[in-house]
């Protein structure tokens, strides 16, 4: 089976930092993505890690510790606009073919 | 460049009808594609995915079914609507697959069941 675990809410005020973790527990591994959902919208993707380390794309980042089954997304300079839901995502155990979402994290940025 | 569309963006129907959602992709060859469906705050459930024309992998035993009768083309039906099929239906599209091949999303069906 395949299972990602992330933090249900988390609200931080406009200009902080916010970090957002995911767990994952998998047979295979094939990388972490991150997609950004608005109320009412769909999916949107925002990075990729396939290695450990830290990928950087503008005010967001994203880590990833294969040897931990962790990762998580860092949002910079947070603004009003940034409040939705986050999800990570890992293709699932058909070698890659199939994709398993965690339950998504709710961001809430205050003024 | 690559474009995904899916409709109807809402839908209201009553238990045991039929049900029929149509996604199409433009300006992309052989992509990868997906049905999900999401509850209300809640994370995505992958329903089927597609790599080619007639194949097709269910993820979850459901009342539901998809078919892709072209290479762009990915439909999602049922016989017998259920209350429980009550969501929001997103279709999505990836090139290949791969973790590192992001997933593209159309906008969406809202369908509630009455």
């Known amino acids: 089976g395949q299972s990602l675990e992330q933090p249900s809410e988390v609200t931080a005020v406009e200009g902080a930092i916010v970090q957002i973790n995911c767990t994952y527990q998998?047979?295979?591994?094939?990388?972490l993505s991150w997609y950004q959902q608005h109320d009412g919208g769909a999916p949107t993707f925002l990075s990729y890690?396939?290695?450990?380390g830290l990928e950087e794309t503008g005010r967001f980042s994203s880590f990833l510790s294969r040897s931990d089954s962790y990762g998580y997304l860092l949002l910079q300079e947070l603004q009003m606009k940034d409040s939705a839901s986050y999800f990570c995502?890992?293709?699932?155990?058909?070698?890659?073919?199939?994709?398993?979402f965690g339950p998504g994290t709710r961001l809430s940025v205050l003024p | 460049s690559q474009t995904i569309h899916q409709w109807p963006a809402t839908l209201v129907q009553p238990v045991g009808s039929p049900l029929s959602l149509e996604c199409t992709v433009e300006?992309?060859?052989?992509?990868?594609l997906y049905w999900y469906r999401q509850a209300a705050g809640r994370g995505l459930q992958l329903l089927f995915y597609s790599v080619g024309i007639g194949q097709i992998s269910s993820e979850v035993p459901q009342n539901l079914s998809a078919s892709r009768p072209q290479d762009r083309q990915f439909i999602l039906s049922s016989k017998k609507l259920l209350l429980s099929d009550s969501g929001f239906y997103l279709c999505a599209w990836s090139t290949g697959t791969g973790s590192n091949q992001p997933q593209h999303f159309g906008d969406g069906t809202r369908l509630s069941i009455l």
């Open positions: 998998t047979s295979g591994f094939y990388g």
């Open positions: 890690n396939a290695l450990d």
């Open positions: 300006g992309t060859s052989n992509p990868n």
């Open positions: 995502a890992a293709p699932g155990d058909n070698y890659g073919q199939n994709f398993v």
